[in-house]
């Protein structure tokens, strides 16, 4: 028998409502059965804790006296580059921005160790972050250069708003060079000399919901250790991806745009990082919980790791693709297993996501949960699903005129 958000909603205020995370789940429904795991559980809680480039943060600093205009203007944070090109004391700094006066940058990006992702750990750690500006003056903003201090506890708002984050599956990365590659997917030694992955797996949010029928605008999740909510379809989200006969996405396929207040995050779970020969970026906390509407629901919370395909993708000319054409497809129980087979070669596999992290934060979700402190948001309507028509495209170069 189906069930509702409703009813599920009122079992957790009653503090009667049955939630597990997704690894639990898996036992639940191999001993029970989904039938009966759905009758049995409310809700199935998950957690990932990885690399998340495209996330950033908008922040209103407050006016200062006499007033400033920072839109138009060059502002840094800690000397790394934020968007200005808002209002006057609104501001966005990516967690991929870095410092404009570090030479490095021109040269080999990533050998640094500091930039956006880290400015906004700084601000949820409670650190002072120091905030200069130059700008042009106008007669109703006539201020034209600002430096000071600032931090979390003064600025009047200071929200995330990341426009992909929770890959729904991802590329295994491979170099198949005779040389050293630095990559997003971190160093890539050659003649496979490893094989990096970035995934939670069987405890991954979408990979718990594969075509997305609880999970929309307005869902409510874990982000950064505080409350956010789902705003839609992330960037670059791509339900048309090949799947198993289960639904279960054999490469990328979704991804979330989300949203939530810095201010009740923990620098515990936003975490900057320098990836050398990359850049910068910011480690994401990230849970979903998901109801058990149904039988069907039930079984897909049960998705395992031997269940879970990746493509192995050679990054050293062969990325980015969309058309299948990896050098093997290679389950996460092997990868979490610390060695994979490329082209008959053993191949040591290298997780770039904390699987241990991801555990504690669907357990915390659950506890939230279970003791009423989280209600589940009923999305106002679903993510674009692999029938939608919705998919991914690569840019198609045009020469401008001459």
């Given at each position: 028998m189906?069930?509702?958000?409703?009813?599920?909603?009122?079992?957790?205020?009653?503090?009667?409502?049955?939630?597990?995370?997704?690894?639990?789940?898996?036992?639940?429904?191999?001993?029970?059965?989904?039938?009966?795991?759905?009758?049995?559980?409310?809700?199935?809680?998950?957690?990932?804790?990885?690399?998340?480039?495209?996330?950033?943060?908008?922040?209103?600093?407050?006016?200062?006296?006499?007033?400033?205009?920072l839109g138009g203007g060059r502002v840094t944070l800690n000397g790394v580059s934020a968007y200005a090109g808002l209002a006057a004391v609104d501001l966005y700094i990516g967690v991929a921005a870095l410092p404009e006066d570090d030479p490095r940058n021109q040269v080999f990006p990533g050998e640094f160790s500091?930039?956006?992702?880290?400015?906004?750990?700084?601000?949820?750690?409670?650190?002072?972050?120091?905030?200069?500006?130059?700008?042009?003056?106008?007669?109703?903003?006539?201020?034209?250069?600002?430096?000071?201090?600032?931090?979390?506890?003064?600025?009047?708002?200071?929200?995330?708003?990341?426009?992909?984050?929770?890959?729904?599956?991802?590329?295994?990365?491979?170099?198949?060079?005779?040389k050293t590659i630095y990559t997003y997917m971190g160093v890539?030694?050659?003649?496979?000399?490893?094989?990096?992955?970035?995934?939670?797996?069987?405890?991954?949010?979408?990979?718990?919901?594969?075509?997305?029928?609880?999970?929309?605008?307005?869902?409510?999740?874990?982000?950064?250790?505080?409350?956010?909510?789902?705003v839609g379809a992330g960037t670059q989200h791509n339900p048309a991806a090949p799947r198993t006969e289960n639904q279960v996405p054999r490469a990328g396929a979704g991804t979330m745009a989300v949203t939530g207040d810095l201010k009740g995050m923990s620098a515990e779970w936003?975490?900057?990082?320098?990836?050398?020969?990359?850049?910068?970026?910011?480690?994401v906390g990230l849970g979903v919980p998901i109801p058990v509407l149904d039988e069907e629901l039930a079984a897909q919370t049960a998705v395992s790791d031997a269940g879970i395909k990746a493509q192995v993708i050679d990054y050293s000319e062969a990325y980015p693709q969309i058309k299948p054409g990896s050098l093997a497809e290679v389950?996460?129980?092997?990868?979490?297993?610390?060695?994979?087979?490329?082209?008959?070669?053993?191949?040591?596999?290298?997780?770039?996501?904390?699987?241990?992290?991801?555990?504690?934060?669907?357990?915390?979700?659950?506890?939230?949960?279970?003791?009423?402190?989280?209600?589940?948001n009923q999305p106002a309507e679903t993510l674009p699903g692999p029938d939608s028509g919705y998919g991914f495209k690569l840019l198609k170069e045009r020469p401008l005129e001459p």
């Amino acid at each position: 028998m189906a069930k509702t958000y409703a009813e599920i909603n009122e079992k957790i205020r009653r503090g009667e409502a049955v939630v597990v995370t997704a690894e639990e789940m898996i036992d639940v429904v191999k001993e029970k059965g989904a039938r009966e795991a759905a009758k049995r559980v409310d809700v199935v809680t998950t957690g990932t804790f990885g690399a998340m480039c495209s996330s950033g943060a908008f922040i209103n600093i407050g006016h200062a006296r006499p007033r400033i205009k920072l839109g138009g203007g060059r502002v840094t944070l800690n000397g790394v580059s934020a968007y200005a090109g808002l209002a006057a004391v609104d501001l966005y700094i990516g967690v991929a921005a870095l410092p404009e006066d570090d030479p490095r940058n021109q040269v080999f990006p990533g050998e640094f160790s500091y930039g956006g992702g880290h400015v906004i750990e700084d601000l949820t750690a409670g650190k002072d972050v120091r905030l200069e500006a130059v700008t042009y003056g106008t007669d109703c903003y006539p201020r034209k250069r600002l430096a000071t201090w600032i931090s979390l506890a003064d600025v009047n708002e200071a929200f995330l708003f990341n426009p992909r984050n929770g890959y729904q599956n991802y590329n295994v990365a491979a170099n198949l060079s005779d040389k050293t590659i630095y990559t997003y997917m971190g160093v890539l030694k050659p003649r496979l000399g490893n094989a990096n992955y970035c995934s939670a797996g069987q405890l991954s949010p979408l990979l718990n919901d594969p075509t997305y029928r609880t999970i929309g605008p307005g869902t409510r999740i874990f982000l950064g250790g505080g409350v956010g909510y789902v705003v839609g379809a992330g960037t670059q989200h791509n339900p048309a991806a090949p799947r198993t006969e289960n639904q279960v996405p054999r490469a990328g396929a979704g991804t979330m745009a989300v949203t939530g207040d810095l201010k009740g995050m923990s620098a515990e779970w936003l975490r900057g990082a320098s990836f050398k020969g990359y850049g910068c970026t910011l480690i994401v906390g990230l849970g979903v919980p998901i109801p058990v509407l149904d039988e069907e629901l039930a079984a897909q919370t049960a998705v395992s790791d031997a269940g879970i395909k990746a493509q192995v993708i050679d990054y050293s000319e062969a990325y980015p693709q969309i058309k299948p054409g990896s050098l093997a497809e290679v389950s996460y129980a092997e990868l979490k297993a610390g060695e994979i087979s490329v082209n008959g070669q053993r191949v040591q596999t290298v997780p770039l996501s904390s699987y241990p992290a991801a555990r504690r934060i669907a357990a915390i979700l659950k506890d939230w949960v279970a003791s009423g402190r989280f209600l589940l948001n009923q999305p106002a309507e679903t993510l674009p699903g692999p029938d939608s028509g919705y998919g991914f495209k690569l840019l198609k170069e045009r020469p401008l005129e001459p």
